[in-house]
């Protein structure tokens, strides 16, 4: 299969914003491919090698300047041959060998390549809102029932190898994948709610627990091994020594376990946000310690949790963690939620969850299950580009473009803009990073690759004409940058749409992000 295959199909996908047709795309190509072709291939639509990061720059790729192929002749194992041998190249002389082994691959490359392999080596086409249509897509070329697919893509975390498995196996490959302590789990995750009251009515019999202003954790431990990952599957054992001793110290052989972590203050209230996130980086004892809070248990001494209640695993989960658990109830009266969601906020933190107690742990899906309950609106969302400042302001990038993810795989999706809320302290950061991934800019205007994500606080949603998504944010400011999160995980414009005045995050579809 040739790489011109991959970059065609990619340039369709991305033309339309029919979901039916970027399925019908993305089935054709992965269909076609052949048994080393077929990781690759979905890795490359997918916007991410297979091997990650590469290591290569977006000023190594633009300074190269090497005149395109005029025909097609790449294929795409050779491609991903070359970019194994650029993750793996270091030590002496590797600068040397990489810029080798980039002259080679972009000058055999034609101009649409050259310009797909720059946007895929920088993370330009890595938004991964393409993640629930690759997952229909991986079904529809193997001929198989989509649930098998998520469920497989689920447990390995990598739709690369979940269509491999789809491909050449069909539904029983599939169904070989297990839950395998030390390797992470796609997290859970939660819908907004109107109002606690709504919340309770609509889940019937549910858990109510604090929603902390935390980085979110996933534990592994297998004996005296134990492994901690982030929201992302990115590993940080290394960077949290005091979680793994606590870890290490509970009374079970094997668990897997899903939870918050910050850091406090000295009388117990939650620090900011960024401090705890600057643990993750942490190199030395003497930065702030990290308590975690466990909310879930997904397997327990060799058990299997998933496809069990969350009754069930809440009673695992006290037995394995005890006094780390989450502080909350089960089947609380709606005078007891109401209590546990003033106690919450007065100790710091942002609200509620509320979680029906039949529901089994739907890794990587955002659906009814789980509801969150804020006062405020806030939502997650990619930053487009900033303008330039005037007055006060000036030198600095102020006024941010602010996109909602497509559910359906497009770019993300023009909602508003906003200049509140930053302190100088986050101007100049901003302005300064903001440049480091600039795509391009006008007199006015830098644009950038959609890397970042900023949680937005508003007052709700309104039609607007002025932007594509026909929604325009009320009262936007900002609240933070969200390091723990990339644009996969921002929100859809259907979370937008559902602030409009009548609706609510039950009108919104499922989104599965």
């Not at 290591?55 to 190594?60: K, L, V």
């Not at 198989?144 to 491999?164: I, N």
Request: aromatic letters at 6%.
């Amino acid at each position: 299969m040739l790489l011109s295959d991959v970059v065609t199909t990619s340039a369709a996908v991305a033309a339309t914003r029919s979901r039916l047709a970027k399925v019908r795309a993305l089935a054709g190509l992965i269909a076609q491919a052949g048994p080393g072709e077929i990781e690759p291939a979905v890795a490359f639509l997918s916007g991410a090698p297979r091997q990650g990061r590469t290591g290569t720059g977006y000023r190594t790729l633009w300074d190269l300047k090497i005149s395109p192929a005029a025909e097609p002749s790449l294929t795409v194992e050779q491609t991903d041959g070359v970019l194994e041998e650029l993750s793996t190249t270091g030590g002496k002389g590797s600068a040397q060998r990489r810029v080798e082994l980039l002259t080679g691959l972009f000058g055999a490359a034609t101009a649409a390549e050259q310009e797909f392999l720059i946007r895929l080596l920088t993370g330009e086409l890595r938004q991964g809102a393409l993640e629930g249509v690759m997952l229909d897509a991986i079904a529809a070329a193997a001929e198989v029932p989509a649930e098998p697919v998520r469920r497989a893509f689920m447990l390995s975390g990598r739709l690369p190898v979940t269509a491999v498995a789809a491909l050449s196996g069909g539904e029983a490959a599939l169904g070989e994948f297990r839950l395998e302590v030390g390797r992470p789990v796609r997290p859970m995750l939660a819908s907004p709610a109107p109002s606690l009251p709504e919340a309770l009515t609509e889940l019937g019999s549910c858990a109510v627990e604090y929603k902390m202003d935390g980085a979110r954790i996933q534990v592994h431990k297998q004996g005296d091994s134990v492994r901690i990952f982030t929201r992302t599957l990115r590993e940080i054992t290394k960077s949290v020594p005091e979680l793994v001793e606590l870890v290490r110290g509970l009374p079970c052989g094997s668990v897997v376990l899903d939870g918050e972590t910050l850091a406090l203050t000295d009388d117990g209230k939650p620090r900011p946000f960024q401090e705890t996130m600057s643990r993750f980086g942490a190199t030395s004892e003497r930065e702030l310690l990290l308590r975690p809070y466990f909310f879930d248990c997904l397997h327990l001494d060799g058990v299997d949790l998933l496809d069990t209640s969350l009754g069930e695993r809440h009673a695992a989960l006290l037995k394995a963690v005890g006094e780390h658990v989450i502080p909350g109830a089960v089947a609380p009266s709606a005078d007891e939620a109401e209590r546990i969601l003033a106690d919450s906020l007065e100790a710091g933190h942002e609200g509620v969850m509320v979680k029906a107690l039949d529901s089994v742990y739907a890794a990587g899906r955002r659906g009814k299950a789980w509801q969150k309950v804020k006062p405020e609106h806030t939502l997650d969302l990619v930053v487009l580009a900033a303008e330039w400042g005037h007055g006060r302001r000036t030198g600095y990038l102020s006024n941010l473009h602010l996109g909602a993810r497509d559910p359906d795989g497009g770019p993300p999706i023009m909602v508003g803009k906003t200049f509140k809320g930053m302190t100088d302290e986050l101007l100049a950061w901003q302005t300064q990073e903001l440049q480091r991934i600039e795509s391009h800019r006008d007199s006015w205007v830098v644009f950038v690759r959609p890397e970042f994500v900023v949680e937005i606080e508003l007052d709700g949603a309104q039609v607007s004409p002025r932007y594509p998504g026909g929604v325009a944010l009320r009262f936007a400011r900002v609240l933070r940058y969200r390091p723990d999160k990339d644009p996969a995980e921002a929100d859809t414009i259907d979370a937008v749409r559902a602030l409009l005045p009548g609706k609510g995050a039950a009108d919104a579809p499922e989104k599965h992000n």
